[in-house]
Structure formats: C-alpha cells, structure tokens
C-alpha cells in the first residue's frame, strides 16, 4: 500500500490501493470475507472491526485525502457522526454547536443527548464570538459545519479551532458541502473531520456511507466505541467509494466551476431574488472562505420572486432533478422548507432566513449552458401560466 503521494488527484487514484499479487491486475481485488484467519497472524480481522483489507485500504485514501493520521469509515454519515459524538462526550460534559446543522445531527442532539446526561447549546450566529460565548467549564467538543446547509454560511474554521485549543476542547467539523477537494480543516488546527461519503465522495447517488478522520490517538479511541456501536459498512460498498473517489478531484472540480458560473448568471436573473454562493464577491464571508477553501464548493442557494411558484417551477424542469440529496454528478434542486428543514418550526426556519421561496441547487458535471436553458425554459413556462391564468 502506497499513501505518500503528493497530488490530491494521485491521491484519489491511487493512495491505499490494493496489490493484486496473483493476477496484477489493475484495481483493488475485493475480499468480502466474514471469516478471517485467527492463529499466526498480525491483525484479527472482521468486518466490524474496520480491518478488513478493503476497509484498510480505503482508510488510508481518506486519511491521506484529509491530511490526517488515520480514518475510519462507517456504514452512513450519521453512523460515523453519532460515534464520533459519543466518543468524546460522557455523562456531564456540555459540546457546542454551530445552530445552522444537518437535520440529521441536529435530531440526534436534541434526541439523544440528554438520554446520556449530556448538555447542549447551539450558537446564535456563526462568528467566532458566537462559539465562545456558549462555552463553560463542562464544556468537552464544539462542532461547526462550513459550508453551513442550505444557506452556504462560512464559519472561520482556524479562528473556531484556536479557540477550541485555548481552552482544551476537542474541535469536531462536518466537512461534507466542501469535500477533502475544497476544504482540509485539520490544516486548519481542527481535530476531528467527518464527512457524509454518501455525497461528494461517492458522488453518483448510490453509495451511502460516512468518514470520521483524525490523529491516530483520536481515531483509537472512535474505533473503541465504533466496534459497540458496530455501524461498519459492507465490503462490497467500501470497494465501490474506492472505486468512486479515484473520479472525486474531477467530479467536484467540475462542479465547483458550474457552480460559479451558475451563481453569476442567477444573480443576473431578474426573476431571481436572491443568490447565496460563497464565490460570488457580495457573499458577507466571502474573505474568509477565500482564505480557508481551495474551491467554493458545487453547493448554492437561490431565492425565486414571489411571482413564481416554487413547486410549478419544479415540475417544468426537464434536465435538472427536483429530489433529495446532493452532490450527485446529476444537477439536483430541492426546497428545504419542504425536505431537509421540513421538520423545523416556523419561527426557527425565519430566524435562520429559511424561506418558502428559497431553492437548494447541487450542481452536477453537465455543461452550464445546458442548466441554465433548462431553467430558462422552466421559469418561462411558470411565467406565461401566470399571466394566463
Ligand atoms: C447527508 C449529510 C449528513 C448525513 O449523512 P448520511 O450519509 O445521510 O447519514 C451529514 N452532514 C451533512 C452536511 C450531510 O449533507
């Protein structure tokens, strides 16, 4: 096994890969074994043990791949999130948490967390003062997720790190909208990174599966509670996201530029309210995403004016995909107030700028000027039944 590549896209290639000894071919063989031999060997292996060959093999790729000592991959996104979760917190310890989240880990902190006599807090705003002000002595982790969903929020990775040493915390940031493409957090002084592998990194819409990264004594102590927990994933799937991530530079280059080109011409749409894209100049942290991303990502936000319906628009697109999900090599558009943010009140969805009229875009790799005809078509399509009606 080979991980001491320079390049990222060599790195995807190639860094962990399998040597086939008997026949040399090309890839990674595939051991789907259950049963691995016990006396007179260096590991014992099993599948929930994250050691077999092809879950070793694909570790080093995500280590490498987020400059970390070591990885581990999970059975989903938020099987390796809740176990990293439950690694470093215990019964009277407090974490902090940026307050614009998943859906997911936000239902498993206010769902869980208290069963186990663990407190919380959500930050009010998503500044560096925000995260400092809800610390206290209990407090053990702080998490942030930047790019923030659906808003495409940044939170400064290195200031939230600092702060987090400064007072012995262990800093946690899910890094799933940038991908290891765009953003590498450790760089950054954060500890532990994790990703849903079910988005950029699988990248065709059907792997599911999720990635903690961290020092080697860190990944240690998450393997110790991940072999309990035991949300190890199949084989089979952790050959294809191998599979998957040798494409990951190209897919989310190509997506990051439709991306930028996209947020340029909505933001020159009269029928567009509003573009959130951390590129474009007028995005409020745009400075800092320039100073900690490589790229700004192949997520972006829109809001629609208030003459045309959401849903109508939907329906008339023929190219791009309303459904759920993102980061697929398919250009994918959805509603949060209906899908991802559907289970939050109101009020909440108001105080975070959620509106009814604001739209999702993930970006796929097909030609820009195919995107934008399609939404053309669409809006004009919703215009002219307007007007008919
Ligand atoms: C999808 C997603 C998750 C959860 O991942 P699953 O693979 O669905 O469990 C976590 N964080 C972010 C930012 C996501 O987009």
């Not at 996104?77 to 998943?102: C, E, N, P, R, W």
Request: one cysteine or more; a neutral charge.
């Amino acid at each position: 096994m080979k991980t001491d590549y320079k390049g990222t896209n060599t790195i995807c290639a190639h860094a962990g890969e399998l040597v086939d000894k008997e026949f040399k071919g090309a890839v990674s063989p595939l051991y789907m074994s259950t049963s691995y031999a016990f006396e007179d060997v260096p590991v014992k292996r099993y599948p929930r043990y994250f050691n077999t060959p092809n879950q070793e093999a694909l570790c080093k790729k995500l280590a490498a791949l987020e400059h970390a000592e070591a990885a581990l991959i999970f059975g989903s996104g938020m099987a390796a999130i809740s176990t990293a979760l439950m690694t470093f917190l215990k019964a009277g310890d407090h974490i902090v948490l940026q307050q614009t989240l998943y859906g997911g880990t936000y239902n498993f902190v206010v769902t869980q967390l208290e069963k186990y006599g663990i407190e919380y807090s959500f930050t009010t705003g998503w500044e560096v003062d925000d995260f400092k002000r809800e610390i206290r002595p209990s407090t053990k982790v702080v998490y942030l997720e930047t790019p923030s969903n659906p808003l495409l929020t940044i939170t400064d990775v290195k200031g939230v790190a600092e702060l987090a040493q400064k007072h012995s915390i262990i800093s946690l940031i899910d890094n799933t909208f940038a991908s290891p493409i765009n953003q590498n957090p450790i760089d950054f002084g954060i500890d532990v990174v994790l990703h849903s592998a079910t988005k950029y990194m699988g990248g065709h819409s059907d792997i599911c599966a999720g990635v903690v990264a961290s020092a080697h004594d860190k990944i240690k102590e998450v393997f110790n509670t991940a072999i309990c927990f035991g949300g190890s994933l199949s084989d089979y799937t952790v050959w294809l996201l191998e599979r998957s991530i040798k494409t990951m530079g190209l897919r989310v280059e190509a997506q990051t530029k439709n991306a930028m080109k996209m947020a340029k011409y909505l933001k020159s749409n009269n029928d567009i309210e509003k573009v959130y894209y951390p590129g474009l100049k007028n995005h409020p942290d745009h400075e800092i995403a320039k100073v900690q991303m490589k790229g700004y990502g192949g997520m972006l936000s829109f809001e629609m004016k208030d003459y045309i319906d959401v849903s109508e628009f939907f329906k008339a697109l023929k190219l791009i995909k309303p459904s759920m999900s993102l980061a697929g090599i398919e250009s994918t558009m959805l509603s949060p107030t209906k899908t991802s943010h559907a289970l939050m009140s109101e009020d909440d969805r108001r105080k975070q700028g959620i509106k009814d009229s604001l739209i999702r875009f993930s970006l796929g790799i097909e030609e820009t000027e195919d995107l934008i005809l399609d939404i053309e078509q669409a809006i004009s399509k919703v215009k002219n039944r307007t007007v008919h009606a």
